[in-house]
């Protein structure tokens, strides 16, 4: 009977694997269990077979870097040996059963919230129980370590790289602390800080938390599929992994470091609209292209969708997702889509309040109004303010800016300038092509024709900037 009903769960969760996943994981266990082969599986031992955290590392060592950080080797053993099986004491085994490996893949890959919990429970503490919030912060620093590990191990980062952003190793703490802070005790109340890391969260928080922040099952399935390399190149069912990290474009091979980090490119990623996720090209860099108000409009307007980022003198790290081309004008733009953010000392991102319909603004060369780029809040009184005269800004939020609810993003009320990025997001508008490059001749018909009749040549010819071609994925 015991045998029967062990069998019964293990063809339920076999069973929500296609036939090509089935033969995939089954693959993968004969390998980490040394069984391969169908002499093997003849063998009447062979469905014997265990895996033994040994194994599991000695897969990952196997290769001069492993794929997966040792810390996250040993979590991922801890979360398959917590899988009870009727007959079995529970947990004193040191061996991985067939069946342990197949409902660990089967729950944290196809299950619910629910189905997931208990094995993150086991892999956060191996004793199970109430969690402290600081055990709680070391699995999601982990994980998180372990995705952008991943990732850039199998070379996944789609044109991203180590070397051209920002050290990942602050970004892992700042999307850590930001996850952990939408961690809620019963009654709701949320600890913060110190509190946080001595509190005490049992499996119903962490399932809650589980529930509503998608990217730790998000994180754990690339960590599994990756890591373990199983079911990598199988399309899943969500877009999720897909559009984890955007195609990067415009960086390669020019020595610029981005101000973002690989777990900040990520998080601001998820928040944008779905059909920009896929790809951000580089518009403009302070570094690349000058310290200039009018070389930045030059980049950025009619280029539709963009997200800028800026560092003052003290390090702060901020900026705003703009969800229309910038046009030069004296109104606002944009809608509700666009939002605030921070990346460093904190990540977070600050979205629309309804209060007021202030979401961007860019003027320049107006005697009578503000110049400069500007989003949330009103005149004097920025949410994020760059002057026109390139340096200096301001963001003012006394206490909340009133568009976002976000607050001083800088260090300092009025700013000084370090650096400044500019991404577009998605697919560039029709208009923003070859056509986007239009010189004021093309623009205005005739004043070509009146140059042309006067015998003047067309000087500014030769200063066109070069249309960037695509570059091919990486």
Known sequence: KMGNAESN????????????EQSDIDGLFDTLSGSSGSAGAKNAKAAKKTVTLAALQARQSAHTREPLPEAMTARLYNGMKSIDLPGKSAGLSEQIAKEQFVIFMSNLLK?????????IMRMIAKTGGPLKGKQIQEFTEDLITSVVHVLSYRKELKGWSLENTRDSSTGVKAL???LLSELKLPDGTKPVGSQLLETNFDQSVIEDWVYRVPQIS????????????????????????????????????RGVVSLFDIPAIIYINSHLPAEMQHKWQLLFSSRLHGESFSQLCAHIVSKGPCIVILRDLDGFLFG?????????????????????????PTLAVYTYTGYNDHYMYLNHGQQTMPNGLGMGGQHGYFGLW???DYGKGHS????RCTTYNSPQLSAKEDFTLDAMEVWAVGDAPESAGRKGKKSILDVDPQAQALLEMAGKSRQSEGL??????DEGDD
């Open 9 to 20: 769960a293990y063809q339920n969760h076999l069973s929500r694997f296609l036939p090509e």
């Open 386 to 388: 760059i002057d026109s």
């Open 396 to 399: 003012k939020a006394k206490p």
């Open 464 to 469: 066109r900037e070069p249309v960037e071609e």
């Open 218 to 253: 998000v994180f754990l399935s690339v960590v599994i599929r990756q890591g373990l390399h199983v079911l990598h190149s199988l399309p899943d069912q969500t877009n999720d992994i897909l559009n984890l990290v955007p195609h990067c474009k415009g960086i390669k091979g």
């Open 176 to 178: 850590a602390s930001e």
């Open 320 to 344: 705003g997702f703009a969800s229309h081309s910038w046009e030069v004008k004296p109104q606002f733009q944009g809608d509700n889509r666009c939002f605030l953010f921070s990346v460093f």
């Open 111 to 119: 299950g619910n919230a629910d189905e997931k919990i208990s094995i």
